[in-house]
């Protein structure tokens, strides 16, 4: 037990790295940060702030518009939009920012299109590489969390209480304004911070449309300024705002958990959603369709054109051979990352499952934090403790160790994504009754017998998940993958990401879309419980 706690805390270190990096400031370090304070900090944090703020907004009207239409009303297509809406999740922003690009740009079919049919010489349409060209590719990507909150929350409850309410004699717009509408704001809340986490990480998106953020400040200073001081105290900053945000989800979270009273047997006539016609269900056809074009299959159908046209030309300048190198190189981190991260959650919530002490309570909390925490943070606070012990302890080889193994990348995915797998497992968990463990241990099981006999086949799917859910997102994950990975590994969302910084977007399109087709697999596990559900 005392092993699985000292595990766990581990995962914490790269945050208290960067905590820690405060108490070697000294006189030369505080002209570094007040030299910040005045230049570069102001517009890092005006621009995070205009960023979030837009974001914020167009994923709470977005997610929660069309979770309301699918959870409330009936029209054509709504079971299919029921799930297509997810879409979007399997789709990273930085992928969705390189088909844009293309489709947007100067040279781009759309301009193209447009200067041809008016006559015009210059550009059409404004840059998309810009703070404006920015918030759709985050709302559209990021809207699935706010959609499904707030559908879980609106189908548990919402149609059963919009009934009442028109028996009472409401009207649509005042049954949506005064019931759904309270409803569901606890969990459009939780999704809009969500979404807001997942911002304010990227690094990407904001790296190659040339924004300045708090991420892309944070890489700047250690990467091109080598200023371990001033990309200590970004990351710092940074984290209050994360864990400021994380607060707000809590809470949100903790207010969706009130009770509703369900009566027996099925579903009556007078408790099925409210069925449209004519205008109003074309309006909620296309505002459903709206999304999930732009989201998910407008990029895709951009990125096979790109790849089409370097095909066709001739000029494919991605060999094969070194592309299933790449390949190869993301499946066996995400693969990794995904074992060991599930064989810690399982681990820890078997512990928790026997004894459920304050340190080990302690110890999953400070697990589920990680998700939440930047990956730009994660890389420096692994970073700085590495230097340290390497100055103090030469022949240690930590910093060889942290950037030329894989080490420091698996030490970095487990801080971050070990909150999916321990929440998957702790969902399965909770579906055991516990009068199982009590008959094992009558019948003379040990701990390990009843973790192999009874729980394991019990979570096996649970288990799944939770490493499905880790190997995606290892894959698409760039920030810390991108400072962290060792000499010649390279992989799919580096090699992108690289690629399309070159300009060289047709050579990109195979490793996006690649990552795009493996992040459909969760999705379609995801909709597939739902449908179940």
Not at 4 to 11: D, E
């Amino acid at each position: 037990m005392r092993l699985i706690t000292v595990l766990t805390l581990l995962l914490a270190l790269p945050v208290l790295g960067v905590l820690a990096s405060w108490g070697a400031v000294d006189s030369g370090s505080h002209e570094v940060l007040w030299h910040q304070l005045v230049t570069v900090l102001p517009g890092y944090a005006w621009t995070s702030f205009v960023l979030s703020a837009w974001v914020a907004a167009g994923v709470a009207v977005v997610g929660g518009t069309t979770a309301a239409a699918v959870s409330l009303f009936d029209f054509p297509g709504r079971r299919f939009f029921s799930w297509a809406l997810l879409l979007p999740l399997a789709m990273p922003a930085y992928v969705m920012a390189y088909a844009y690009t293309d489709f947007l740009q100067y040279s781009g079919p759309l301009q193209s299109a447009l200067r041809e049919l008016t006559g015009a010489q210059g550009a059409v349409l404004p840059d998309v590489r810009s703070l404006g060209g920015a918030v759709p590719m985050f709302i559209f990507c990021l809207y699935p969390y706010a959609y499904l909150l707030t559908r879980a929350a609106l189908s548990e409850r919402g149609v059963h209480l919009m009934e009442a309410a028109r028996l009472l004699g409401a009207g649509t717009a005042r049954r949506v304004r005064q019931v759904a509408l309270p409803l569901a704001r606890p969990a459009l809340a939780a999704g809009v911070a969500l979404a807001l986490m997942e911002t304010l990480a990227d690094y990407g998106v904001g790296s190659y449309f040339g924004l300045t953020t708090f991420t892309t400040g944070i890489y700047k200073a250690w990467l091109s300024m080598d200023d371990r001081v001033a990309a200590a105290q970004l990351a710092t900053v940074l984290l209050a705002v994360v864990a400021l945000l994380l607060w707000f989800e809590h809470r949100a979270q903790k207010r969706l958990r009130f009770a509703t009273a369900r009566s027996g047997g099925s579903s009556s006539q007078e408790s099925r959603p409210v069925r449209l016609n004519g205008r109003q269900a074309v309006l909620a056809c296309a505002w459903c369709a709206l999304p999930v074009l732009l989201g998910f299959v407008l990029p895709v159908l951009v990125l096979l054109r790109l790849l089409w046209l370097e095909v066709q030309h001739g000029e494919f300048g991605v060999p094969w051979a070194r592309f299933a190198v790449w390949a190869w190189s993301s499946f066996k981190l995400a693969g990794l990352a995904a074992l060991l991260a599930a064989l810690l959650a399982l681990a820890l919530a078997f512990a928790l499952r026997l004894k459920p002490r304050p340190e080990l309570r302690l110890a999953a909390r400070v697990a589920s934090l990680g998700y939440a925490v930047p990956g730009a943070v994660i890389s420096v606070g692994i970073l700085l403790p590495a230097g340290w012990l390497q100055s103090v302890w030469p022949a240690s080889g930590a910093a060889a160790l942290v950037t030329g193994t894989v080490f420091g990348l698996m030490y970095a995915y487990l801080v971050r994504f070990s909150a999916v797998a321990l929440q998957s497992v702790e969902a399965g968990y909770a579906r055991i009754p516990a009068t199982l463990d009590e008959s094992a241990r009558m019948l003379g099981s040990s701990r390990w017998r009843l973790l192999r006999t009874v729980h394991l086949p019990l979570l096996r799917r649970s288990a799944f998940a939770a490493a499905l859910l880790v190997f995606v997102d290892v894959m698409k994950e760039l920030p810390a993958t991108y400072v962290l990975r060792p000499f010649n590994s390279d992989t799919l969302a580096v090699v992108a990401y690289q690629l399309a910084k070159d300009e060289r977007l047709g050579e990109a399109a195979l490793p996006s879309l690649a990552i795009v087709l493996v992040g459909l697999l969760p999705v379609l596990l995801l909709s597939r419980a739902m449908r179940d559900r």
